[in-house]
T-cell receptor, first 110, second 111 residues
Framework: RKEVEQDPGPFNVPEGATVAFNCTYSNSASQSFFWYRQDCRKEPKLLMSVYSSGNEDGRFTAQLNRASQYISLLIRDSKLSDSATYLCVAGDTGGFKTIFGAGTRLFVKA | DVKVTQSSRYLVKRTGEKVFLECVQDMDHENMFWYRQDPGLGLRLIYFSYDVKMKEKGDIPEGYSVSREKKERFSLILESASTNQTSMYLC??????????FGSGTRLTVV
């Protein structure tokens, strides 16, 4: 079983749609959580941290459920520019050994 | 913005060669990392360093070594390249472990 599991997709959605990605992690000791986006042939870039209370950054909302070991990312009003692969990340207590999921691919179409 | 620079974008090496991948960051970060990324497997941690001359093994250190002689530079060394080390290699830097900044990657092909 992978330590961080994501649905690989692809998710194909029209512009303006709301789309949600889910991710589960196996290490109950994980302390830090993130979402990164990775464009084709580019490096991952930090999208947002994920906090227990949930957090929002514009059209993006991240949620963490520690009891279920589950992380989610909601994108509202999808734009063409949101097309990318979204990587879910869980970090250990020290923060050095972060585990990346394999990513969920999103295509937003006009 | 932090800049993380990897010396080569594409590299082709022969089996058995010693390969050096260089990474430089310009923001005085203590923490640096080397990952490899393969389709369907995500990013996997090879080595990390939290200070000059300090290094720790990640999840897949076999066949690799690292060097951190200066704070801004973290080098990944493939002692004897093999075809199963063909991959995208990504270097990252972090100030406080609250998110990483990645370099643009080196796509290494071992033939």
């Amino acid at each position: 079983r992978k330590e961080v599991e994501q649905d690989p997709g692809p998710f194909n959605v029209p512009e303006g749609a709301t789309v949600a990605f889910n991710c589960t992690y196996s290490n109950s000791a994980s302390q830090s959580f993130f979402w990164y986006r990775q464009d084709c042939r580019k490096e991952p870039k930090l999208l947002m941290s994920v906090y227990s209370s949930g957090n929002e950054d514009g059209r993006f909302t991240a949620q963490l459920n520690r009891a279920s070991q589950y992380i989610s990312l909601l994108i509202r009003d999808s734009k063409l520019s949101d097309s990318a692969t979204y990587l879910c990340v869980a970090g250990d207590t020290g923060g050095f050994k972060t585990i990346f999921g394999a990513g969920t691919r999103l295509f937003v179409k006009a | 913005d932090v800049k993380v620079t990897q010396s080569s974008r594409y590299l082709v090496k022969r089996t058995g060669e010693k390969v050096f991948l260089e990474c430089v960051q310009d923001m005085d970060h203590e923490n640096m990392f080397w990952y490899r990324q393969d389709p369907g497997l995500g990013l996997r941690l090879i080595y990390f360093s939290y200070d000059v001359k300090m290094k720790e093994k990640g999840d897949i250190p076999e066949g690799y070594s690292v060097s951190r002689e200066k704070k801004e530079r973290f080098s990944l060394i493939l002692e004897s390249a093999s075809t199963n080390q063909t991959s995208m290699y990504l270097c990252a830097s972090s100030l406080d472990l609250n998110g990483y900044t990645f370099g643009s990657g080196t796509r290494l092909t071992v033939v």
